[in-house]
């Protein structure tokens, strides 16, 4: 008796096999694959000082910003819409599935609220001769001078936007799972392929929110590294002198479809989405499970929905935001699932180039994995000059070229959110 | 190997919102057809249907709980928990382990003498970035970034009750309600999961949501008047209000026991070009879509807004002539994201009671979004 195999179309649970055919990517370092990926093998780093917004006062001044992209006026939404749309571009070129997106749009956006800009001018038009008050910007609301900026300001107008632009069907999926939302975008899409909604998904995750008070809410939680002098040495996954993440920008868009469809208009494919798993955590707002057992179960439900045991993967491409919390709690979750084998399992962290994209950062690390796959090279974790000699990892220091198949992609987040994707070469 | 065809059951409900709390407080609203409690002062000019007083400690037992939660937090976590009381699984862990969420939400509350009085600093400033850096730094609560982050509602969800199979957040205002049910439900009648919780918590009592929308003129001044009366434009009262539906396989109900209330139908829904007729027209197409006979009632989500009110009631008529339409702005407010699942539980209350055997809920967002909800008696 042998056990269930895959084929060319379905997996071994007789479900549509989920095909990527194409990929798009917007970082610090570059707009486009090419660009990202000579970047990230290089080890070149793209965090810098802060450029955007005075940082005085401020304890953490540095950010992996997009600075070659800008919006009038420059805000989260706009930014985040306009980074969506240049690496929805490039992946819809890339699949060459068409100017009418035949699929469905999940988005991940980071949560949107009118900024400080915008505060200030309403408040002006208030013209309150004393404190300012709330009431005094709703009266200035109501001189219809600022109806447009009400769009800017609601959730759901970024992906409305989007699904304009590539004519995506149905109604579009907003949605935030904290940092690991990148990688739900991408598993929202999957589910639907494999429930056979729908034969292609645009799944992209973005984020454009360096701004004073973003910056300033996670430096308050002592979330972000403060060692801000070199800007590109900030950001040390699994390093033992790791002080926290650094915020990064940029986005990433997957053309997912059903291996059948793809094949039957004769398209690329660059690789699969083999399996999703995630789990929740209700031990705290920001901390995981002492004992790790959500991380770890996330990652065994994604090894799973695969169909495949821990072995069968090649390389980690870790959440590794460089926290101390984090890189400890991935290390341990990574012993448990792959035991002793994790310490010649070779794993890295993009961020230590790119920063922490957020809300992009599950797809655009899902887009690097596929990239790593493809040219059998890992792009190194920077920074790593002194290990932590507690996490008994392979960490990738330098680029490493290895045939890579198989890559497990971690996300946690906030709020107990543990999202991990295997993406792989072949059929599992 | 489709398995799209398994029943989806609603085995929970907790609802909270101007009209009190829980499913009998509502039915009860809705059975006498008054005008809903409203404030048309606190926020004057603009009206809102404040949520009922709530005894928290029964629903968030820790007060440290409570103090990390904005109020659309709160209530939110409120209604799910008597969701949770209501399926019958409060104190099964196992059940609880495995529940995935859905919810749709937008962000919570802003500090908002903070802002005021950073606004009114920065007027008198020379050096306007170090200013606001210095201000947020040290007026800033370090916890309200977690009051105010979307998935949070989500997360301490699974703090308090102990709901950790996953969760998913959905933004984007009316259509995202409808969304969480479309997908909660298809992921069970596919199979890929046995049980999921879906819902949404908005609070309308404050200020700066009555900003935004205020911005492009959405808002009813300064009285409430029922949805489908209001002059001129119309716009909306915001209500305060949370809902949550335990949805489960039929099978998995039945194995464990549970009453199923209702059965929930495939959701439709869509988003077309906003044009005169447009609205009309998708909502008749997504009622044919989702396969309505004999409803008992249509309860609709109408923002207020008055043409669009009048193209949902049109689109309604078109398809369903001679069933009577019910605004559930007019037992709650309009509490956005919340709307599509609040108008989902009160159809699924109505056919657990014996009062409708079909029921269908539709939504119209006010800038983007139509769908179609069925729910019929189990």
């Known amino acids: ?428 | 190997m489709s398995r799209r065809d398994r029943a989806v059951v609603v085995t929970g409900l907790g609802l909270v919102s101007c009209a009190g709390e829980g499913i009998e407080a509502h039915l009860a609203a809705f059975a006498a057809a008054g005008p809903p409690r409203t404030d048309a002062e606190s926020f004057a000019p603009y009206p809102v249907h404040p949520v009922a007083p709530l005894a928290l400690d029964t629903q968030i037992p820790k007060k440290s709980d409570q103090r990390q939660m904005e109020a659309w937090q709160r209530l939110g976590v409120y209604a799910a928990g008597l969701a949770l009381d209501s399926a019958g699984v409060k104190d099964d862990s196992g059940f609880k382990s495995a529940l995935q969420l859905i919810v749709a939400a937008g962000g919570g509350e802003r500090d908002y003498a903070v802002d005021g009085a950073i606004l009114t600093g920065l007027r008198g400033t020379n050096d306007p970035g170090a200013y606001l850096n210095e201000r947020l730094l040290n007026d800033l609560r370090p916890t309200l970034f977690l009051a105010q982050l979307s998935n949070l509602l989500a997360g301490n969800i699974s703090i308090v009750h102990g709901v950790t199979g996953a969760s998913r957040t959905f933004m984007g205002e009316e259509s995202s309600g409808v969304d969480a049910l479309r997908i909660g439900h298809a992921r069970i009648a596919s199979g890929q999961v046995e049980t999921m919780m879906v819902g949404g918590s908005y609070s309308a009592e404050r200020p700066d949501v009555m900003v935004v929308h205020e911005m492009g003129g959405y808002l009813l001044k300064p009285d409430y008047r029922p949805v489908f009366e209001r002059g001129d434009g119309g716009g909306f009262v915001l209500g305060s209000a949370a809902a949550f539906l335990v949805l489960e396989s039929a099978e998995h109900a039945a194995a464990r026991g549970a009453r199923a209330l209702a059965r929930l139908m495939p959701v439709a829904n869509d988003r077309v070009a906003r044009a005169p007729g447009s609205v009309s027209a998708s909502l008749t197409r997504l009622i044919g879509e989702a396969g309505i006979e004999r409803p008992d009632v249509v309860l609709s989500g109408a923002t207020g807004l008055r043409d669009l009110a009048a193209e949902e009631v049109a689109g309604i008529r078109a398809a369903l002539p001679e069933t009577g339409i019910r605004a559930t702005g007019d037992l709650i407010g309009h509490p956005l994201e919340v709307a599509a699942p609040f108008g989902a539980a009160l159809a699924a209350a109505f056919c657990a009671a014996g009062s409708a055997r079909e029921v269908v809920v539709t939504s119209v967002g006010h800038r983007r979004g139509e769908g179609v909800i069925r729910v019929v008696a189990a």
Request: with cysteine; charged share 20%; net charge negative.
């Open chain 1, 1 to 428: 008796m042998s056990a269930p195999r895959s084929s060319s179309t379905h997996d071994a649970q007789g479900r549509p096999l989920v095909a990527v055919t194409g990929v798009g990517i917007v970082t610090s370092l570059g707009r486009g694959a090419a660009e990202n990926w000579d970047a990230l093998t290089a080890g070149r780093s793209g965090i810098r000082s802060i450029a955007r917004f005075p940082t005085e006062g401020l304890r953490t001044r540095i950010a992996g910003t997009v600075d070659f992209l800008d919006t009038d006026p420059l805000v989260a939404p706009l930014l985040s819409e306009r980074f969506a749309t240049v690496a929805a571009e490039e992946a819809v070129a890339q699949s060459g599935i068409g100017a009418r997106f035949p699929g469905g749009l999940f988005v991940a956006v980071p949560p949107v609220e009118m900024e400080w800009p915008q505060r200030q001018a309403l408040a002006e038009a208030a013209g309150e001769p004393d404190e300012v008050t709330y009431g005094g910007l709703q009266r200035a609301a109501a001189s219809r001078r600022f109806d447009a900026w009400h769009d800017l300001f609601i959730f759901g107008t970024v992906a409305d936007r989007i699904a304009d632009r590539f004519g995506t069907k149905g109604s579009p999926i907003s949605l935030s799972t904290a940092c690991s939302s990148g990688a739900t975008a991408i598993q929202l899409g999957v589910e639907a392929i494999r429930r056979g909604e729908m034969e292609a998904a645009l799944c992209i995750g973005t984020d454009g929110s360096v701004n004073p008070e973003s910056l300033i809410r996670f430096s308050l939680l002592s979330a972000l590294s403060t060692q801000n002098d070199p800007p590109e040495g900030a950001s040390k996954p699994f390093s033992k002198n790791r002080d926290g993440f650094v915020m990064g920008e940029g986005a990433a868009a997957l053309v997912l479809e059903s291996a059948e469809s793809a094949r039957a208009r004769g398209a690329t494919i660059l690789g699969y989405v083999l399996g999703c798993g995630e789990k929740g955590d209700g031990f705290h707002r920001t901390r995981s499970s002492p004992d790790g057992a959500p991380v770890i179960a996330a990652m065994r439900a994604a090894l799973d929905d695969a169909g495949l045991a821990p072995d069968a993967i090649d390389h980690v491409n870790a959440h590794g935001t460089s926290t101390p919390e984090n890189d400890k709690m991935e290390a341990l979750g990574c012993s448990a699932v792959f035991g002793e084998r994790v310490s010649r399992l070779p794993i890295s962290s993009n961020k230590s180039m790119i920063g922490h994209t957020l809300t992009a950062a599950g797809a655009i690390e899902a887009v690097v994995s596929l990239l790593t796959i493809r040219h059998g090279r890992i792009p190194p974790t920077i920074n790593y000059a002194v290990p932590d000699p507690a996490l008994l990892l392979d960490v990738v220091g330098t680029a490493r070229d290895v045939p890579v198949s198989r890559v497990l992609s971690n996300s946690f987040g906030f709020g107990g959110q543990n999202t991990c994707l295997v993406l792989g070469d072949e059929p599992a």
